[in-house]
């Protein structure tokens, strides 16, 4: 087969492997894809990922979107209590010396505890089976990225380089928090494992973490200078604390 007269963007792949492709383009695509075996492996990853994904979310895939995660609504709706058991225990069996890291400042209220780990939670499980739109804000626009959502929350965001514990910035989001504006970054590991960091303001100096967990998602929450974190990912805890801990010491070392 020849290349297709028409270049195939970007935006046409993932179509591909979405299934969203117009049919009059697919013709093409495959050819593009014969004659260029760089884009061809792509592919085979990304429909890897889905399928992984997919695999592991399509149970809460088509739940509709929760109204307090709709941009549009910043207003707080009712809440509900937090799904299941909530680990009120400090994750102290963890390693590598984060006794102080994990036992540091107050205890945080109930409902702090539970709005922040349920809003981000929810959005966790909504965006982290999105293959071709997880973020608004590629993590290839990392400064723009940062500059807007510390526009728009008013406080200082920044994307933590968490490339030691294997995972790339995907990109982010803004969204509704508690009590105002949210920002939501996500990070993705190689083997397509995702991690999300979401962010909002707390009525808190500072609390210790807190661990949380929606079927097989978990959460670390804690809050420092009036805003507060949650890290969350698979049911891993010493993975997640080890991702959690090296947001909390670059967020520590930028004042929040």
Not at 30 to 54: G, I
Not at 77 to 86: C, K, L, N, T
Not at 92 to 107: D, E, L
Request: glycine fraction near 8%; charged fraction near 25%; include cysteine.
């Amino acid at each position: 087969m020849t290349d297709p007269k028409i270049p195939v963007t970007e935006d046409e792949l993932h179509a591909y492997v979405d299934n969203e492709l117009p049919a009059e383009r697919r013709g093409d695509v495959e050819a593009w894809l014969s004659a260029h075996p760089d884009d061809a492996e792509r592919v085979r990853s990304w429909r890897t990922m889905a399928d992984a994904l997919h695999a592991r979310y399509d149970s809460v895939a088509d739940e509709p979107v929760p109204k307090r995660l709709e941009i549009e609504r910043l207003e707080r709706q009712p809440r509900r209590w937090i799904y299941g058991a909530v680990a009120a225990a400090l994750l102290a069996f963890i390693a590598g010396g984060g006794a102080g890291w994990m036992a540091r400042g107050a205890v945080a209220s109930p409902s702090l505890f539970q709005n922040f780990t349920d809003d981000a939670l929810d959005a966790h499980r909504l965006y982290v089976v999105e293959v071709r739109h997880p973020v608004d804000v590629p993590g290839s626009e990392r400064v723009h990225l940062q500059q807007w959502l510390t526009k728009r929350c008013g406080w200082d965001v920044r994307a933590p380089e968490l490339d030691a514990t294997g995972l790339k910035l995907v990109g982010g989001r803004l969204l509704p928090g508690p009590t105002g504006p949210a920002s939501f970054l996500m990070y993705e590991s190689a083997s397509g494992e995702r991690f999300t960091v979401y962010t909002a303001r707390a009525d808190a100096t500072t609390t210790q973490m807190r661990y949380a967990k929606q079927d097989n998602d978990g959460a670390l929450f804690w809050a420092d200078n009036g805003v507060g974190y949650v890290v969350s990912g698979g049911s891993d805890r010493e993975r997640l604390a080890q991702v959690a801990r090296l947001v909390y010491d670059q967020t520590e070392k930028t004042g929040g």
